[in-house]
């Protein structure tokens, strides 16, 4: 059972397009984080999320942590070619190991 | 300018021999972790240490996989003997744990087995 369901799994849209990408679990988490991996390199924090509700902005970058902290979302406005990615979302198990989804992959066309 | 360095880049090797990787982390981090990606199963955590001790190594296939840290500036991560499936992105991490932990990738050992 994966802990971390993360969706949708790829998303392709246009430049200047809005999207969300979400990242959902069963559990309840103290804390989320979300990174951007690009291609040959590794995946890079861009935040974390502590407090239920919390909402957290990076440039065009929302990240929302869901009330009950079993949930969040990343939302990018007006999506550009450099936003291209893939987009994991982690959390911590027992003993303060990171276990990640499965990412969502997102292509922007230009 | 801190970071992960994971020596070599990528490896090509035959099934059967043996696979070492190696990995710098950050000075001061406390944690490491070793992770293994693919398409298919995403990023698989094999192992990691706190304060160089193994805390888990449970993702890990025990038969022909071993991790180290012979002391604070290197982790390795060994494969005897290697197998076609092992072919993957295997990417060391590191943290400091203060309550929460945050992961500082590498840039991750490409291997290839044939």
């Known amino acids: 059972t994966q802990l971390l369901e993360q969706s949708p799994q790829f998303l392709s849209i246009q430049e200047g397009e809005n999207l969300t990408v979400y990242c959902n679990s069963s559990?309840?988490?103290?804390?989320l984080q979300w990174y951007r991996q690009e291609p040959g390199e590794g995946p890079v924090l861009l935040v974390t999320?502590?407090?239920?509700?919390e909402v957290k902005k990076l440039k065009r970058l929302t990240f929302q942590f869901g009330d009950a902290r079993k949930d969040s979302s990343l939302h990018i406005t007006a999506a550009q070619p450099g936003d291209t990615g893939l987009y994991l979302c982690?959390?911590?198990?027992?003993?303060?190991?990171?276990?990640f989804g499965k990412g969502t992959r997102l292509h922007i066309l230009p | 300018d801190a970071r992960v360095t994971q020596t070599p880049r990528h490896k090509v090797t035959e099934m059967g021999q043996e696979v070492t990787m190696r990995c710098q982390p950050i000075?001061?981090?406390?944690?490491v972790f070793w992770y293994r990606q693919t398409m298919m199963q995403g990023l698989e955590l094999l192992a990691y240490?706190?304060?160089?001790?193994?805390?888990?190594d449970s993702g890990m296939p025990k038969d022909r996989f071993s991790a180290e840290m012979p002391d604070a500036t290197l982790a390795t991560l060994k494969i005897q003997p290697s197998e076609p499936r092992d072919s993957a992105v295997y990417f060391c991490?590191?943290?400091?744990?203060?309550?929460?932990?945050?992961?500082?990738f590498g840039q991750g050992t490409r291997l290839t087995v044939v």
């Open positions: 991490a590191s943290g400091l744990v203060y309550g929460r932990t945050e992961a500082f």
């Open positions: 559990s309840v988490f103290s804390s």
């Open positions: 999320v502590v407090t239920g509700g």
């Open positions: 982690a959390c911590c198990a027992r003993d303060d190991k990171i276990i």
């Open positions: 000075l001061g981090h406390n944690t």
């Open positions: 240490f706190r304060n160089r001790a193994p805390l888990d």
